[in-house]
């Protein structure tokens, strides 16, 4: 039944604004905790050890069993964004990602299946960069994947030495990540447009 939830990510208001409300309540007591201590204090909705806290976090009330990926940053858990860049976008937007000015990044990975290389694929990656400027997001990281190759990678690393893919900040080749990195960038690319 939990699966079948509502998830965040996918543009539905019970869920966005819930994740919204956490936000704007971590950015309040990071702004009060630094007039406590008479400093400013920077909020930042991220997270930089995703895959490590999928080790030491326990299932989670949204299905989420022990293990499995946790969300980056201000994005949604990966494989739960079902409605498209667009629904991440708009849930992601929800929230007063400004107020969190030390920096709250949104993960867009999108299917090469779905984003083609023409005039129509550079509308989409537009359109998006556009809605960013528009929610005002303080970061939009936008890749474009295709898992079944990074799946061959696996298999023959020595055939793809030139993916290159964003962890978080920064890039890497996809055949240098741990297994669990590359399980966690593939499962976070959205597959329908």
Sequence with gaps: QLLHAPKFGNDIDSVDFLA?????????????????HGIVIWPALL???????????????????????????NSPTPGRAVNGPTAVMCSCGKASLKRAF???????SL?????????????????????AVEKEFVMLNIG???????????????????????VWGYSARFIDLSSEMQEHVMARVIANG
């Design 20 to 36: 919204a409300d956490i936000a704007n309540l971590f950015c309040d007591l990071v702004k009060e905790a630094g007039k406590a």
């Design 47 to 73: 997270c930089y050890l995703f895959v490590q806290e999928a080790h030491f976090t326990g299932a989670t009330p949204d299905a989420r069993r022990w293990n499995d990926p946790s969300a980056e940053h």
């Design 102 to 108: 030390g920096t709250a990044p949104v993960q867009i």
């Design 111 to 131: 299917s090469r299946s779905v984003l083609k290389q023409d005039e129509q694929g550079l509308t989409v990656i537009k359109s998006l960069t556009d809605a």
């Design 144 to 166: 474009i994947y295709d898992v079944d190759v990074m799946k061959k990678a696996q298999e023959h690393p020595e055939q793809y030495e030139d993916i290159i893919v964003s």
